[in-house]
């Protein structure tokens, strides 16, 4: 059974400073890693997504790198502002989308709990 | 592009009742799946729907169904609501495997 953890649970930095969050997953053989951000009483934002043969994505200031065979993935932000304190999840997906009522399924993630970033100014 | 919609935003039932929550995803995606988060236990999923068909069912019980139609539009249904039902119901869509899972804004559940 995949299981996902995020370290640290929370993180409080100022503003400005370069941070990283860390993923890790005990089941190697995923077909990709997502990072989401989530904003307090709203749904998830997609973020970055890489692909199992990639080693990393980036998008403006954050960069998500991925090593499948030692199961970990970090999502690197630079020069953090207060607009980036929300709660980060790291997801993945199976290799061979799991389905038990006929087909591929593309839908079912396996989420970390999530780590709770503060930037204050 | 629109994103994935889902209504209502929040919604107030009695325990034992029951409740059906509506999720429209992205235009032209076809895989559209349901997850629960409550602080203790996270994100959860609860099941997938692709082209009107159940592809994949989560660990819960058999109160929580879910269909899909043909405009690929879904509804989920809780029945005899217990307080533990209480969360936030996330719906998302996707085109494919390799593609990102979008998600809607969630509908907040409070069964008293």
């Known amino acids: 059974k995949q299981e996902v953890t995020q370290i640290p649970a929370a993180l409080s930095v100022p503003e400005g400073e370069n941070l990283v969050l860390n993923c890790s997953f005990t089941d190697s053989a995923i077909y990709n890693l997502q990072w989401f951000r989530q904003d307090p009483g709203k749904g998830l934002t997609s973020l970055l997504l890489?692909?199992?043969?990639?080693r990393e994505q980036t998008s403006g200031r954050l960069n998500a790198s991925l090593d499948k065979s030692s199961g970990r993935s970090t999502l690197y932000i630079a020069a953090s502002q207060p607009g980036d304190s929300a709660t980060y999840l790291c997801a993945v997906r199976p290799v061979l989308p799991a389905s038990n009522a006929g087909g591929t399924s593309y839908g079912k993630l396996t989420f970390g709990q999530g780590t709770i970033l503060t930037v204050h100014p | 592009k629109a994103g994935v919609t889902q209504t209502p935003r929040y919604l107030i039932k009695t325990r034992g009742q029951q409740v059906t929550l509506s999720c429209s995803p992205i235009?032209?995606?076809?895989?559209v799946s349901w997850y629960q988060q409550t602080p203790g236990q996270g994100l959860q999923f609860l099941f997938e729907y692709f082209s009107e068909t159940q592809r994949n069912k989560g660990n819960f019980p058999g109160r929580f169904s879910g269909r899909q139609f043909s405009n690929s539009r879904s509804e989920m249904n809780v029945s005899t609501l217990e307080l533990g039902d209480s969360a936030l119901y996330l719906c998302?869509?996707?085109?494919?495997?390799?593609?990102?899972?979008?998600f809607g804004n969630g509908t907040r559940l409070t069964v008293t």
């Open positions: 890489i692909q199992s043969s990639q």
């Open positions: 998302a869509s996707t085109l494919e495997g390799s593609s990102p899972l979008h």
């Open positions: 235009s032209g995606h076809r895989s």
